[in-house]
């Protein structure tokens, strides 16, 4: 169902690789709710990935840029504004990489080229996407810009990593660039903490499989997809939510504020 909620409303997404990824659904949702936006990815992703059917299924245009080079993000933000024909309203980062994770590399014997690399794509590349707009004063007031982390930064899933250490960054990025971006700009940034989901980044993540059983098990109302991820998003996008700034928001089903749920107890007894 439409509510034609981002009417008007023009903006950058990251991330999306295939149709199963959470920038997908996101920019599916975004064009839906009648917003116009400017795809981009890594440039070694378009290769792999579908980008191109998005951009034709959704009438937009794609503008490719590594998230840790300064020079593309600069690229993508002022190509960005003349494309969509002014400012932004709205931006989704919905990047994450370990080349630990990839290379199955434990957390106790981590290559720390490998950590240096994962940390720029998956946490410092928030900062650098933000620097960009800010500097080129590329955002509309009341504009909104969301990150995706997982629970990880919070609590420890030993699967989980070094990605568990640049989700941590990340959501302290979302915080302190969303202070100078609330004042400065009238714009808010936060990050949505997901259910585990399974995407190309999520069934990296060894053992995914029992991860996301259990978190399925663990919350009340089930995990989250990630259409109804996007969804969310599109709630911050929204003029609905004008002052919610600096906040991780849990959107996993309850799995956060759960201590043990009846089906995981009936494993026990
Ligand atoms: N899948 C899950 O279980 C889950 C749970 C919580 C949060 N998240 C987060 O959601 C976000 C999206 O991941 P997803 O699950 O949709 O997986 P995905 O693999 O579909 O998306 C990850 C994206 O990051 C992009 N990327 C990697 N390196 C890049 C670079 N240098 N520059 C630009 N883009 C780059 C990839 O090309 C890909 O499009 C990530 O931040 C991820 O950590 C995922």
């Known amino acids: 169902m439409a509510y034609n909620l981002l009417k008007g409303k023009k903006g950058i997404i990251f991330g999306a690789l295939d149709e199963n990824s959470i920038a997908w659904k996101t920019a599916e949702r975004v064009h839906e709710e009648g917003g116009t936006f400017v795809l981009t990815n890594a440039p070694i992703a378009m290769r792999m990935g579908q980008i191109n059917e998005l951009a034709e299924k959704t009438g937009s245009e794609i503008v490719p840029a590594d998230a840790t080079n300064m020079e593309d993000l600069d690229n993508l ?3 960005s504004t003349e494309i969509l024909g002014g400012k932004i309203d709205f931006v989704l980062h919905s990047i994450g990489m370990s080349v630990n994770v990839r290379k199955g590399r434990a957390y106790t014997d981590q290559n720390y080229e490998y950590s240096h690399k994962g940390w720029d794509v998956s946490a410092l590349s928030f900062q650098r996407v933000m620097q960009s707009l800010y500097k080129a004063d590329a955002m509309n007031e ?6 995706l982390t997982y629970m990880a930064a919070q609590r420890s899933f030993p699967d989980y990593n070094d990605m568990a250490d640049n989700k941590a960054y990340l959501e302290s990025v979302a915080r ?3 202070y100078f971006f609330g004042k400065d700009k009238k714009v808010r940034v936060n990050t949505i903490s997901q259910s585990p989901t399974p995407t190309t980044a999520g069934l990296g993540v060894k053992g995914f499989n ?5 978190a399925e098990k663990m919350s009340p109302l089930g995990n989250a997809s990630a259409l109804e991820c ?3 998003t599109l709630t ?7 002052k919610v700034t600096m906040q991780n928001l849990f959107h996993d089903g309850g799995f956060s504020n759960t201590g043990v749920s009846q089906e995981v107890m009936e494993h026990f007894v």
């Not at 029992?210 to 259990?214: A, L, Q």
Request: proline residues 0%.
């Open 176 to 178: 302190s660039f969303g």
């Open 77 to 79: 933000v002022a190509k």
């Open 142 to 147: 009341w504009g909104s810009i969301v990150a």
């Open 230 to 232: 996007a969804d969310y």
């Open 236 to 242: 911050l996008f929204s003029d609905l939510t004008k």
């Open 210 to 214: 029992g991860f996301i059983s259990y």
